[in-house]
């Protein structure tokens, strides 16, 4: 008994010092171009996907989220064409050589076996070892769930169908050539790629993204600068404008500021919330609950901001609505002269009045129809 | 020298210095020694007294209210000091004397020091106390006042015959008239008190507790929430205005219209405040701006203090509000607006100071 005991008590003194042995001579190959001994990897890789399906299956995902949604699905190809597809290729696409000599190899994604909170939770924490990257927008929880719309969907995507989610009226790069790394570029143009999301017209591709036709030049250029300059968080944006000198997006403001906004129409169903008692709540505001009036600043009906600095809300698509005021709630604010105005006022509102002024502002009357104070 | 007693308050009474006597500065002549037991008490008592006087004192006596206060709390302190008296003689008297002859004392000192005197004094004190509130009761209120309180600062409604008068901050009231005041409050309980006029009361949301107030002396008092209600509590402070009663009267009435031409003119600074939303919360009446969460402005430059009566109006006050509004009152609702250019803070402090 007491020889055991000896035993036990030599073991535990050498663990640490061939420990430190094996930490100083590391004789473990980390090397990417030498693949894992298949236990080991078998380890990692099961331990990879119970960490993701655990912390995945305690994401719930936001009420407006629905996984058929096309806008949401062709948000989530376009940002898959910005940031994915270098290292994961795309329908059609071969993956760079480059990117086979990671280990582990980017996962292709036709044969991935992820559900949608997985594939949320993966977008948006990304994997340390793996270069997988985490969302580069920091707190913006709410924009990988496009990602997951659209991953859910991938396995019966046609090379066709993807240039149309992601390109849509824009030219893609050559098909079936391998995927570039570094950007998206290919023989498009930097107006080419914004219209990727925000439609040749501005008018956003159906809810794909924001309609910027009718926005000033001011609000655009102010918007495309903090996301280039980290000042406003958003991963879709931050990669995009990071990549445009300033006098570019100076110009690309100036493009889109002199379209014509559109008349909203309402296609499909009607949003969830109450567009009369949205209409109140924002020429009013509400006393009790501290929240200021929205046409104060943004104009009668959305359509006529009171400063060039601020956004015409009309006619926005109502998730965007909703998506923007929960983040001016919730976080996170972006470091910018006039957020803390806009977080102050939307400090008091609730989930049920967002949906109400969203379903005012996203069917409030185009320029000059209802125009009232 | 002895030690210096250090003053409690921030201001320290003149002490005299000692003058030259004798060879040994340590030894004190005796004129000297009474001059420094007097300067003593005199730096002892002076942060004591601070408290009796200005404009926040309940001692100062500007109102009917805090008079009967008064009255009720001399026969308080009274009572109190010949009790304390009192029970002091018998502890000095238990020390001296010895158990054998106290025995039969025992009973009479528990029955009548412990129920029936103290039930005398309390009975007295009851008639005391329900005569003064039967005569707080029944000042029969001629103006009614509508007070609540808001994180941090309070909206202020007159109940006119030609309508409501809504300002914020500042209550002036006529002399030798009762105004009834409405407290209610619309987020957490907030408590109403302008000591040199009247007692405190609790603001509580959802019921409305009511307070008169007669003020008898003309000027300017101070007020201030007196209950713990978040981050800026300290600073949620009001000014109370005693005016002769015609010139209040045409007080009201001013306070009744909209802005002034005056202030209209003022096309720019106007233009700013709209255009910087400021109307989202603020109104000033005779504008499009008409925002209920904050404070009326419409005659904002009337009141003698901004920000809940932290600061005197002053230009400097007010631009240093309107761009560090944090810094002047953390944790305060109003978002800053550090990003106005010069010339549109100018404007806008133009316009502001305008509002009379």
Known sequence: MKRRHRHIALAAAFLPVAAAAFWFAAPYNIAASVEHYAPIRALLNGYMKNAVAIRAARTEPPDWFDPDDPALIRLGAGHFATGCAACHGAPGRPRSPVVRGMLPEPTRLESAQYSTGEYYWLARHGLKYTGMPGWAGEGRDDEPWALAAFLGNYAALSPGDYHDLAWGPSPPPSDAAAMTLGGVAGPQTPFDGCARCHGRDGLGRDGTAPKLAGQSAEYLAAALDAYAGNRRQSGFMEPVAAALSPRLRAELARRFAGMPPASPVPDGAPPPGDAARGRTLAERGDEHDEIPSCIACHGGDGTAPRAPDIPRLAGQDARWIVVWLRMWRDGPIPDTPGAPRMAAAARGLDDDEIADLAAFYSTAASAGANRER | ?356
């Open chain 2, 1 to 356: 020298m002895p030690p210096q007693p250090r003053p409690l308050g921030g201001q320290s009474p003149p002490v005299e210095q000692a003058p030259a006597c004798g060879v040994d500065p340590a030894k004190l002549c005796q004129g000297e020694y009474a001059i420094r037991v007097k300067s003593h008490i005199a730096v002892l008592a002076a942060p004591l007294l601070t408290g009796c006087g200005g404009r926040h004192s309940w001692l100062a006596g500007a109102g009917a209210e805090a008079r009967i206060i008064e009255t009720l709390f001399w026969p308080f302190l009274f009572g109190a000091a010949v009790l304390w008296l009192a029970v002091m003689a018998l502890a000095i008297a238990a020390f001296r004397s010895r158990r054998e002859e106290t025995r039969g004392l025992v009973r009479a000192i528990i029955i009548g020091g412990g129920a029936i005197v103290p039930g005398i004094i309390v009975a007295a004190l009851l008639v005391i106390g329900l005569v003064t509130l039967r005569a707080l009761a029944a000042m029969q209120p001629g103006l009614s006042v509508q007070v609540d309180g808001e994180q941090w600062w309070w909206r202020v409604v007159y109940d006119t015959p030609a309508g409501a008068v809504v300002t914020a901050n500042e209550i002036r009231l006529p002399r030798g008239e009762t105004a009834e005041l409405l407290l209610s409050s619309d987020d957490v309980i907030h408590a109403f008190w302008a000591p040199a006029l009247g007692g405190k009361m609790d603001m509580i949301p959802g019921r409305t507790n009511r307070l008169t107030l007669t003020p008898l002396t003309p000027g300017s008092w101070g007020g201030l929430c007196a209950e713990y209600c978040g981050g800026a509590h300290a600073q949620m402070r009001f000014d109370v205005t005693v005016m002769e009663p015609a010139a209040f009267g045409d007080w009201l009435a001013a306070e009744a219209e909209p802005a002034s031409a005056q202030a209209l003119a003022r096309q720019d600074g106007l233009s700013v405040f709209l255009d910087s939303g400021c109307g989202a919360c603020h109104s000033v009446r005779g504008t499009e701006a008409a925002g209920q969460v904050g404070p009326d402005l419409t005659h904002f430059a009337a009141r003698q203090r901004l920000g809940a009566g932290i600061a005197p109006l002053t230009d400097a006050a007010l631009r240093r509000w309107i761009t560090r509004t944090q810094d002047m009152k953390p944790g305060v609702e109003m978002p800053a607006y550090p990003d106005l250019s010069p010339e549109a803070l100018d404007a806008l402090v133009g316009f502001l100071m305008a509002l009379k």
